[in-house]
């Protein structure tokens, strides 16, 4: 249950086969885009509660009978339901008010896996199904950080490690000595298309991926279609690309069209941009040579914010437990968003720390996985349990240096000799 897109699985509970996935974009975004937006909703709203969980079982049953209706079967065939989100997201799935966690000292309603009637919720599922409902670490670290530890196998991993899960609420776990420390960094919706003049989620029409070839700019779209967007996997390959051509400075500025750098092929150059809506670089063009998709500079303003607030994050936990990341044995990315990204893009602009890129592994989306496992063995469920009770919550907004490092992190890094 993720703040801007929620996915699911179908799964045969007789032979353990996995039948069918599906994601939507979460019904609860016209309340507010992020976790704070919607805290804020609720807290001036008395009816806000009520609506944004609605909309969070309205997200499960689109996808409950979308995914039903693809294999064949009814809702009403569903006898589990295992659910992993942030705390935010968690609470207002449960009906539970979130409204602490918008002030200090950020007190989640429950720390223990919780486990309700999925009907009395309204979820279109059997009469007598359960819904379980990962437990929660503290403040903003939920049972998305919980399950994604479980589908890692964190607590066995020998060397420190890192992991962090990418999307609107950013969630790092950091292993040391048996310990993990565990911290979420408000990175905003941008890595998701949100935000973004022309953003979109990573479906059909959404540029997903940017490089050069030949002196000029090629895109891969998804669905081989005209462009209609581009999603976070482009927007950070754009930046880096962007970079490395001079064309965006370590502040994250983009460069005009009168300024253009004199060794930039002609073809590159007429990409850039000037109008009432600032400067633009454009990515794609129409069949009549019109320009269909551009990057614009607050664009890369949103990806800097994005950026700076999950590798300061990362650079704080590391602070907090006396490492550095010449430490890390291994960098594991996790989420929808971090599946898609290319290793050396996310290098380039900043996002992660600099750790050899063969260091940095993708694991999907970990939170789905976890939730999987938890949904297949009740051992995992309880394991999940003690992977939290392991769990140090480290509260960035009271570490001393995480404003300084997130000022740092926003600027983009300077081109390595």
């Not at 507010?32 to 806000?48: C, E």
């Not at 990057?295 to 994005?306: F, N």
Request: some cysteine; proline content about 5%.
């Amino acid at each position: 249950l993720g703040t801007t897109t929620v996915a699911g699985a179908l799964f045969d509970l007789h032979t353990g086969l996995e039948r069918a996935t599906h994601a939507v974009m979460n019904r609860q975004i016209p309340q507010g885009d992020d976790v704070i937006s919607r805290i804020d909703a609720v807290r001036k709203n008395p009816r806000a509660l009520a609506q944004l969980q609605a909309d969070a079982v309205a997200s499960f049953n689109e996808i409950i009978d979308t995914l039903c209706e693809a294999c064949g079967e009814t809702p009403q065939s569903i006898h589990k339901v295992t659910a992993a989100g942030n705390t935010t997201m968690q609470q207002l799935l449960l009906g539970l008010d979130p409204s602490p966690l918008g002030e200090r000292p950020f007190t989640p309603a429950f720390f223990d896996t919780q486990t309700v009637s999925a009907v009395r919720l309204g979820l279109h599922v059997h009469p007598d199904a359960t819904l379980a409902v990962f437990p929660q670490i503290g403040g903003f670290v939920g049972g998305d950080t919980v399950a994604g530890l479980l589908a890692t196998h964190f607590d066995t991993l020998a060397q420190p490690t890192l992991l962090v899960d990418i999307g609107t609420n950013g969630e790092i776990a950091l292993l040391k000595d048996g310990t993990i420390y565990a911290a979420s960094t408000a990175a905003g919706p941008a890595f998701e298309g949100a935000r973004i003049r022309q953003g979109m989620r990573a479906t059909t029409g959404a540029i997903d991926q940017v490089w050069l070839q030949n002196g000029d700019l090629r895109c891969h779209v998804i669905g081989d279609i005209e462009p209609r967007g581009l999603c976070g996997s482009a927007l950070v390959d754009a930046v880096a690309v962007l970079l490395r051509l001079g064309l965006i400075d370590v502040t994250g500025s983009l460069a005009l069209p009168e300024t253009r750098p004199a060794a930039l092929t002609d073809a590159l150059a007429r990409r850039l941009e000037e109008n009432e809506n600032g400067n633009s670089f454009v990515l794609a063009y129409d069949a009549a040579g019109n320009a269909r998709v551009a990057l614009t500079q607050q664009d890369v303003r949103e990806l800097q914010l994005a950026a700076g607030a999950i590798r300061a994050g990362i650079e704080a936990l590391l602070q907090k437990a006396g490492l550095t990341v010449r430490d890390l044995d291994a960098i594991l990315l996790a989420g929808g968003f971090g599946n898609y990204i290319r290793r050396e893009n996310a290098l380039r602009i900043g996002l992660l720390p600099p750790l050899h890129y063969q260091a940095i592994r993708f694991v999907g989306n970990a939170s789905l996985t976890g939730a999987k496992r938890a949904l297949l063995a009740q051992t995992e469920l309880a394991r999940a349990q003690t992977l939290r009770a392991r769990c140090v919550h480290v509260e960035l907004a009271s570490e001393p240096s995480f404003t300084d490092l997130f000022t740092e992190h926003m600027l983009f890094p300077e081109e390595p000799a």
